[in-house]
């Protein structure tokens, strides 16, 4: 019955360890404007500007890892954060969003994640709970912001802001 008890006890502190994680904040982008020619096209002018602006108002956050996908749109949309940081930018696989969920949730510290109008939803989602689910962006959507609240209890909370917000 002793050994009953405390296989109990074991299985629920497992249990209660797994549902817990670091409070963070992870803020997920779409990349910044584009040229619009090419396979893999740079940022256009409005999008270096914007990019500019994303680090004017993230420099100031706990940010302590980069996520980008392996782009020049996106990690030129994170680069100017990253170098003001000196932050590694961290490539993750567009098609593989469960490795990318797993990092934020396990990594110290707050995340800035930047990728696609076809595929941040996706991260996005993960964090909505049982809330309505985000929609893939439009194409010519690049002004939002998802603020992502995690907390200890393994709890999520979305914002959707926009730059002029902050």
């Not at 296989?7 to 910044?32: D, G, N, W």
């Not at 969003?97 to 993960?126: E, F, P, T, W």
């Amino acid at each position: 019955m002793k050994s009953h008890l405390i296989l109990i006890i074991l299985f629920l502190a497992m249990f209660s360890c797994e549902s817990s994680q670091e409070p963070k904040t992870i803020y997920i982008v779409r990349h910044a404007e584009k040229l619009l020619s090419g396979d893999d096209p740079e940022l256009s002018v409005a999008g270096t500007v914007r990019s500019k602006k994303l680090a004017q108002i993230l420099e100031e956050k706990d940010i302590q890892h980069i996520y980008s996908t392996n782009t020049i749109r996106t990690k030129a949309t994170v680069q100017s954060l990253a170098d003001k940081l000196g932050i590694t930018i961290e490539i993750y696989d567009v098609k593989n969003h469960d490795d990318l969920v797993k990092n934020l949730r396990k990594n110290k510290g707050d995340a800035l994640v930047v990728g696609h109008s076809n595929s941040i939803q996706n991260v996005v989602n993960y964090f909505v709970g049982s809330e309505e689910k985000y929609p893939e962006l439009e194409d010519i959507e690049y002004d939002y912001i998802f603020v992502v609240d995690l907390f200890k209890d393994g709890g999520s909370k979305v914002k959707r802001a926009i730059y002029k917000e902050f």
